[in-house]
T-cell receptor, first 112, second 111 residues
């Protein structure tokens, strides 16, 4: 089945130690998104790629970066994780700019 | 600024009941509305996508309606089952890759 796959499901990292989360898709969708979701809150958009064009949300901290080396893969890099960055990170895709989102299963990040 | 509200925040019903979850949004200029399900500690599963030109969509025991002019959508779940227990999120898409979520309704179906 075509899908959005996130690895790992659970990630524990040390305070200040860089960490990378990965997302892959077999849907061949043009747009890929990264969301942050904290406990009992709605998902918050960090940034998205429309094809190769990167779009950062204005309030996304500089600590968060992203890479999309090809259509299928997208990475979230957290350069110096703080305790406040512990959250569920969700990757999503849409075919084009008109919406219709497919989400992955998420990566739960713990910062110790 | 678009705001999406879901009422109630939590709902507990006995198994077998039909139920309705509500979603309202402040700006009717949307392209589509999507209902998601989220199990604890998991990602989002898309349930139904309604385009702005549509009035409703159905999938199995689920039916979602959209009244764009009044800024409302409902998710109807027929013959509820314990496996339906989850958080249900409503989200509106306004273009520019902006998907605005409600806070969700946490649904518990009691056997």
């Amino acid at each position: 089945d075509a899908m959005v796959i996130q690895n790992p499901r659970y990630q524990v990292t040390q305070f200040g130690k860089p960490v990378t989360l990965s997302c892959s898709q077999t849907l061949n969708h043009n747009v890929m998104y990264w969301y942050q979701q904290k406990s009992s809150q709605a998902p918050k958009l960090l940034f998205h790629y429309y094809d190769k064009d990167f779009n950062n949300e204005a309030d996304t901290p500089d600590n968060f970066q992203s890479r999309r080396p090809n259509t299928s893969f997208c990475f979230l890099d957290i350069r110096s994780p703080g305790l406040g960055d512990a959250a569920m990170y969700l990757c999503a895709t849409s075919r084009d700019k008109w919406g219709g989102y497919t989400f992955g299963s998420g990566t739960r990040l713990t910062v110790v | 600024k678009q705001e999406v509200t879901q009422i109630p925040a939590a709902l507990s019903v006995p198994e077998g009941e039909n139920l309705v979850l509500n979603c309202s949004f402040t700006d009717s200029a949307i392209y589509n509305l999507q209902w998601f399900r989220q199990d604890p500690g998991k990602g989002l599963t898309s349930l139904l996508l309604i385009q702005s030109s549509q009035r409703e969509q159905t999938s199995g025991r689920l039916n979602a309606s959209l009244d764009k002019s009044s800024g409302r959508s409902t998710l109807y779940i027929a013959a509820s089952q314990p496996g339906d227990s989850a958080t249900y999120l409503c989200a509106v898409f306004q273009g520019a890759q902006k998907l605005v979520f409600g806070q969700g309704t946490r649904l518990t179906i009691n056997p």
